[in-house]
């Protein structure tokens, strides 16, 4: 894939992971004709997140959103799923840094309960 505004969203999103916590690992899996190279999931513990590229959107799903405390209202998709939750980010569009690495921390305390 081309260095598009996609890449750019998800080498970012990688970025404030790393700093959130430094021990996440990130593997590549489901290959896909949305995602020919594959979908990065983000683990410590269990699954944090995982980030899709769509002609519109990057979509960051939470596996275990629907039980996380979200104050600063990020997730924007998938809001009435069981379990998870999402975070769709458009072309232009900026992920408010703090509040995502919350998120990405409480999801890691939640995925060591």
């Known amino acids: 894939m081309?260095?598009?505004?996609r890449v750019e969203?998800?080498?970012?999103?990688?970025?404030?992971?790393?700093?959130?916590?430094?021990?996440?690992t990130e593997t590549v899996k489901w290959r896909k004709?949305?995602?020919?190279?594959?979908?990065?999931?983000w683990e410590h513990?269990?699954?944090?997140?995982?980030?899709?590229?769509y002609r519109d959107k990057v979509k960051l799903t939470f596996?275990?959103?629907?039980?996380?405390?979200?104050?600063?209202?990020?997730f924007n998709?998938?809001?009435d799923a069981g379990t998870r939750r999402a975070i769709d980010i458009r072309e232009g569009e900026q992920v408010d840094e703090a509040a995502f690495k919350a998120l990405i921390k409480e999801a890691v305390l939640r995925n060591a309960r």
């Open 2 to 5: 081309a260095k598009d505004w």
């Open 9 to 24: 969203t998800l080498d970012k999103v990688r970025e404030l992971i790393r700093q959130a916590d430094p021990e996440a």
């Open 33 to 41: 004709p949305s995602n020919p190279d594959g979908v990065p999931v």
């Open 45 to 53: 513990n269990g699954i944090i997140c995982t980030g899709e590229t």
């Open 63 to 74: 596996a275990q959103g629907a039980s996380l405390d979200d104050p600063a209202g990020l």
């Open 77 to 79: 998709a998938s809001l």
